[in-house]
């Protein structure tokens, strides 16, 4: 039995003047409306996203699952970007327990000191001392895979560049604004060694999914997008204790998809990948096994297609990026553009990864 | 126009730092930086911890690493973030004489405004060595930063 998605969700993501479960229910009644169902026919409502100091507010599910529909029924909830609840849904389904399921996604940045809040996160006693922010976590990855394979500005540069190009055509994406490499290179330094450019800016936006399993998913509608694979993985939180130059719970995740899919990088014919960096951008790719590593650069010339949503530099909203790229990924199986993907999600410090392949 | 209100949490916790932890802080009293080795790989783990994640087993050993070693990565925040303090200050890691995992910290001891030469100063490979808090208290903050070693 296979689990398709049926109906998708995406809000604007932009700087909202609505609280985040108004958002949400925004994109949960876009996917129902898109898949043509009440939401009496759900029958399991999986919440993803940050919660607690990521919103401010504890028991975030208190707000988002009368959002999804879930009034007076039952939920659960991934406190991660929502692209990790995916798999929760999907073996909700798989397993026979639930016919049609629901993600719903939120990200709020706009509300939230961000980098205080993910500061909260480093251990107490060791680490929350040394103030630490989210970017200067990722900043320090950058500067070892610089270093250990020769990318150079220019090389960096040109992932802003591309990401910027596409997110223009995306109707959904938050940052629209083209830059040249020069305009990247010659811009302020903002986390040695990431130029403002090179790191995702904050917005908020919320996506919601809608999952059936086979027979009920093609009476609902006649094309589903199908979930072929799926992985996720968590590696050492001390930073001390990774090698920084590599990806590697992206590297098992993607492992861990491929397998279920049966299916290899070759295969693939577009990615969605969560470049919350220009280096990252680079970075996912080598460790997704679509070049080898160090060698990610060679394919911003390439005709594989690579964030055609623009990617997270473009629009990231805390807790809900790695959806939007799966939703924009599903869109492209579903315009047929495509037959099948992959996206990718990561969240701390690189250290979390999820991954789906869909097709079509 | 919506209307916004500021809301803040302030919680006190009390976190025990348990067996290894206690340990490594009141070393950082003599000034003297205390890892684990795990009976099994043989690494030397800093921070020091009740188990090796890898192999699954104990940590058994502790082993006294020195407080110099050498810089593996850097960053330095010319933007600032709420609640965190005003830039420049420069995050790494040093993985220290003695041990085979590397320790997050503060660098400094050098002009930080100029990225140019933290990057010349903190090169991957650069040595640099613990500069110590005078009045010590058993804290991470007791090392206040690395420096470069000269020559």
Same mark, same amino acid.
């Given at each position: 039995?296979?689990?398709?998605?049926?109906?998708?969700?995406?809000?604007?993501?932009?700087?909202?003047?609505?609280?985040?479960?108004?958002?949400?229910?925004?994109?949960?009644?876009?996917?129902?409306?898109?898949?043509?169902?009440?939401?009496?026919?759900?029958?399991?409502?999986?919440?993803?996203?940050?919660?607690?100091?990521?919103?401010?507010? @504890?028991?975030?599910?208190?707000?988002?699952?009368?959002?999804?529909?879930?009034?007076?029924?039952?939920?659960?909830?991934?406190?991660?970007?929502?692209?990790?609840?995916?798999?929760?849904?999907?073996?909700?389904?798989?397993?026979?327990?639930?016919?049609?399921?629901?993600?719903?996604?939120?990200?709020?940045?706009?509300? @939230?000191?961000?980098?205080?809040?993910?500061?909260?996160?480093?251990?107490?006693?060791?680490?929350?001392?040394? #103030?630490?922010s989210l970017q200067m976590?990722y900043a320090m990855q950058s500067y070892?895979y610089r270093?250990?394979?020769?990318v150079s500005e220019e090389d960096t540069a040109k992932v802003v560049v591309k990401d910027r190009?596409?997110?223009?055509?995306?109707?959904?994406?938050?940052l #629209?604004e083209s830059i040249s490499v020069e305009e990247v290179i010659n811009s302020d330094m903002a986390v040695y060694p990431l130029r403002r450019p090179e790191i995702a800016q904050?917005?908020?936006?919320?996506?919601?999914?809608?999952?059936?399993?086979? @027979?009920?998913?093609?009476?609902?509608?006649?094309?589903?997008?199908?979930?072929?694979?799926?992985?996720?993985?968590?590696?050492?939180?001390?930073?001390?204790?990774?090698?920084?130059?590599?990806?590697?719970?992206?590297?098992?995740?993607?492992?861990?998809?491929?397998?279920?899919?049966?299916?290899?990088?070759?295969?693939?014919?577009?990615?969605?990948?969560?470049d919350l960096t220009s280096d990252y951008h680079f970075?996912?790719?080598?460790?997704?096994?679509?070049?080898?590593?160090?060698?990610?650069k060679?394919?911003?010339?390439?005709?594989?297609?690579?964030?055609?949503?623009?990617g997270a530099l473009c629009?990231n909203?805390?807790?809900?990026?790695?959806?939007?790229?799966?939703?924009?990924?599903?869109?492209?199986?579903?315009?047929?553009?495509?037959?099948?993907?992959?996206?990718?999600?990561? @969240?701390?410090?690189?250290?979390?990864?999820?991954?789906?392949?869909?097709?079509? | 126009?919506?209307?916004?209100?500021?809301?803040?949490?302030?919680?006190?916790?009390?976190?025990?730092?348990?067996?290894?932890?206690?340990?490594?802080?009141?070393?950082?009293?003599?000034?003297?930086?205390?890892?684990?080795?795990?009976?099994?790989?043989?690494?030397?783990?800093?921070?020091?911890?009740?188990?090796?994640?890898?192999?699954?087993?104990?940590?058994?050993?502790?082993?006294?690493?020195?407080?110099?070693?050498?810089?593996?990565?850097v960053t330095v925040t010319y933007i600032k973030f709420?609640?965190?303090?005003?830039p420049p200050?420069?995050?790494?890691?040093?993985?220290?004489?003695?041990?085979?995992?590397?320790?997050?910290?503060?660098?400094?001891?050098?002009?930080?405004s100029d990225w140019k030469?933290v990057h010349?100063?903190?090169?991957?490979?650069?040595?640099?060595?613990?500069?110590?808090?005078?009045?010590?208290?058993?804290?991470?903050?007791?090392?206040?930063?690395?420096?470069?070693?000269?020559?």
């Amino acid at each position: 039995m296979k689990v398709g998605i049926v109906g998708i969700g995406i809000t604007d993501f932009k700087i909202h003047d609505e609280p985040f479960y108004n958002v949400a229910y925004v994109a949960a009644k876009k996917a129902m409306e898109d898949a043509e169902i009440e939401r009496r026919e759900i029958d399991s409502f999986i919440l993803g996203g940050y919660d607690n100091l990521g919103v401010g507010r @504890t028991i975030s599910n208190m707000y988002v699952a009368p959002a999804a529909g879930g009034y007076l029924r039952h939920e659960i909830r991934v406190s991660e970007d929502a692209a990790f609840a995916l798999p929760l849904a999907y073996m909700r389904v798989k397993s026979g327990l639930s016919d049609v399921a629901i993600v719903l996604g939120f990200g709020h940045s706009s509300e @939230t000191p961000v980098e205080l809040v993910e500061l909260q996160s480093l251990d107490p006693l060791f680490h929350r001392d040394l #103030k630490l922010s989210l970017q200067m976590g990722y900043a320090m990855q950058s500067y070892v895979y610089r270093n250990s394979f020769n990318v150079s500005e220019e090389d960096t540069a040109k992932v802003v560049v591309k990401d910027r190009k596409n997110a223009l055509k995306n109707e959904y994406s938050f940052l #629209k604004e083209s830059i040249s490499v020069e305009e990247v290179i010659n811009s302020d330094m903002a986390v040695y060694p990431l130029r403002r450019p090179e790191i995702a800016q904050w917005c908020d936006g919320c996506v919601a999914f809608i999952l059936a399993e086979e @027979t009920t998913a093609k009476r609902i509608n006649p094309d589903p997008i199908w979930i072929k694979g799926l992985g996720w993985t968590y590696d050492n939180y001390f930073m001390g204790t990774r090698d920084l130059s590599k990806l590697f719970a992206t590297a098992k995740a993607a492992e861990m998809a491929y397998g279920m899919a049966n299916l290899k990088p070759s295969d693939i014919e577009a990615a969605e990948i969560m470049d919350l960096t220009s280096d990252y951008h680079f970075m996912i790719l080598e460790a997704l096994g679509f070049a080898e590593y160090g060698k990610g650069k060679e394919l911003i010339d390439s005709d594989f297609p690579v964030n055609k949503s623009g990617g997270a530099l473009c629009t990231n909203a805390y807790g809900s990026t790695g959806a939007f790229l799966l939703a924009n990924l599903a869109l492209q199986i579903r315009e047929g553009e495509i037959e099948k993907g992959i996206a990718h999600a990561m @969240t701390g410090i690189g250290q979390n990864a999820a991954i789906a392949i869909l097709s079509s | 126009m919506v209307l916004k209100f500021e809301t803040k949490w302030e919680i006190p916790y009390v976190h025990s730092a348990g067996e290894h932890g206690t340990k490594f802080f009141e070393a950082l009293k003599d000034k003297k930086i205390m890892g684990v080795k795990c009976p099994e790989c043989g690494r030397v783990l800093i921070p020091p911890r009740a188990f090796c994640e890898r192999c699954f087993v104990d940590t058994a050993d502790w082993v006294e690493v020195s407080d110099e070693g050498e810089v593996v990565t850097v960053t330095v925040t010319y933007i600032k973030f709420t609640g965190l303090p005003d830039p420049p200050y420069a995050t790494g890691i040093v993985k220290l004489d003695g041990a085979d995992t590397g320790m997050l910290c503060l660098l400094g001891g050098i002009d930080l405004s100029d990225w140019k030469k933290v990057h010349e100063t903190f090169k991957p490979g650069a040595r640099v060595r613990a500069v110590w808090k005078e009045e010590r208290e058993g804290k991470i903050t007791d090392i206040l930063y690395f420096e470069p070693v000269e020559g």
